[in-house]
């Protein structure tokens, strides 16, 4: 493993740190916050976005403050494999920085694009293995659009793995809308049945797990109509029996300005439960 | 006026805005964060580095949170001109993204670098005639690096306009740095009696102001020993009768995660005094 990038903050250190991912058979870079003297500290995961790199959420959520006092590590993995030998597209919405934390099964992606694996498999054992004050048996995750989707979906099908789960503007019904149709096909090819592994609507249905789930949306995200949907959620949480607390946030958008208003309640929500 | 961008953050906007500059005879664009419900609002003005743009310190430096609640507004100028038909030149540290916040007076740079004239006189100015809820009487002014040494200079040559002043790693001897001397000899010339109308330990000796300036640094600063050199003005405040609080802040480097960590003590600073 490689340290990219170590700066003191907020009394702790932010670093960026790259490994070797099997899974992804490429290198991997993640933002690693380390609050000043944690021992045996709760851990979140948190997963970006579309286009995102690792480096979005630990230059522009400002979540760093509070996970100090709380003393909380905070995990922020990339969206993708990266490097010259990884296939991509030329849309914004599929390839590099669209991982979808999915495992691919269609060429030419399938051998690169092993996400799922990479974060519930690979990530975990790193943290234990690199991270000593971090203690991976107190282990949330989060996530804001693409990585809601993928916060989610990993809690739902590992909930003794993510504890804890909250989400950002989410994608919620993947096989429903646009974002998800194209990254599907993509990924996973046109049987829809396979789809619904990774389609937090489906999942819930008959995989609620017993923690309580926090959402934030922002009413006035540009998204929101077409690719989030988030009632949809709401409704099958309901038949599921998954206790969600959803809430629309007046007047907010789609950007990381959202994340960073209400990015306290979330470390508080999983601190609380962890 | 256009308006670039606006985000709902903390219950307050995070708006950019594009205005044309007569002083500086191009478009400028800077940031705005106003409190939700402001009225005769505080105002800061924060000054970025080397480098920046308006963009900087809005998304990076987590400055809206306490603004939001101290009922501040935040304005982020840009750091130079610019545009196609402003000159610029192939370092980092000169031409655009590095305007040194002075009144160049050598061609071709005279011509759109007159970036103390649009900060001292026109961006109050527009203030005053935009942001209604901003009250210009109670205006404070801080930044960084390069900004740091335009807060310091435009405070104490102009301590009724900008009453109190921060600065978080500033360039505090410019005539005396490679940083400084590549600017001024640029903008300003190779009379370098020219040169004491932008240097703070200059000004300081005969322009002290009444405020009580802080300056935080980090001791792990890449650039502390040649380009900082924060002991050389703590030395020409106690000369010139200005009191200083000078922290070095041990661990820390130049980087926004420093800012950042820093941020709330400032905006309290300038909020108590204001």
Redesign the interface.
Same mark, same amino acid.
């Given at each position: 493993m490689t340290l990219i990038s170590q700066? #003191?903050?907020? %009394?702790g250190t $932010?670093a960026v740190h790259e490994h070797y991912s099997p899974a992804c058979n490429c290198d991997m870079r993640l933002g690693v916050f380390t609050p000043e003297g944690a021992k045996s500290a709760p851990v979140l995961i948190f997963l970006s976005g579309l286009t995102c790199t690792e480096q979005n959420f630990i230059? #522009?959520a400002?979540a $760093? #403050?509070l996970a100090a006092k709380l003393g909380m590590i905070i995990i922020a993995p990339d969206t993708s494999p990266r490097g010259d030998n990884v296939p991509d597209d030329e849309g914004y919405d599929f390839g590099k920085g669209a991982g979808f934390y999915l495992n691919a099964t269609q060429k030419p992606w399938a051998d690169h694009f092993q996400m799922e694996s990479y974060i519930r498999d690979e990530l975990p054992a790193w943290i234990a293995a690199n991270i000593p004050a971090a203690d991976i048996n107190r282990m949330g995750i989060s996530g804001h659009s693409m990585g809601g989707h993928g916060a989610l979906t990993l809690h739902l099908k590992n909930p003794d793995l993510f504890k804890t789960c909250s989400a950002f503007s989410p994608i919620i019904a993947p096989s429903q809308v646009p974002w998800g149709q194209k990254a599907f096909t993509g990924y996973l090819g046109t049987d829809m049945t396979t789809w619904s592994a990774y389609d937090s609507c489906a999942l819930v249905k008959n995989m609620s797990s017993s923690a309580h789930i926090l959402i934030d949306q %922002?009413s006035?995200d540009q998204f929101l109509s077409e690719q989030l949907r988030s009632h949809l959620f709401q409704t099958a949480c309901e038949l599921g029996g998954q206790e969600l607390t959803l809430r629309m946030q007046p %007047? +907010?958008?789609h !950007? +990381?300005?959202?994340i960073? !208003?209400f990015i306290d309640d979330h470390l508080r929500w999983h601190a609380d439960r962890l």
């Open positions: 700066n #003191k903050m907020h %009394g $932010q230059t #522009k400002g $760093q #403050k %922002g006035e %007047g +907010y958008d !950007s +990381y300005y959202f960073a !208003s």
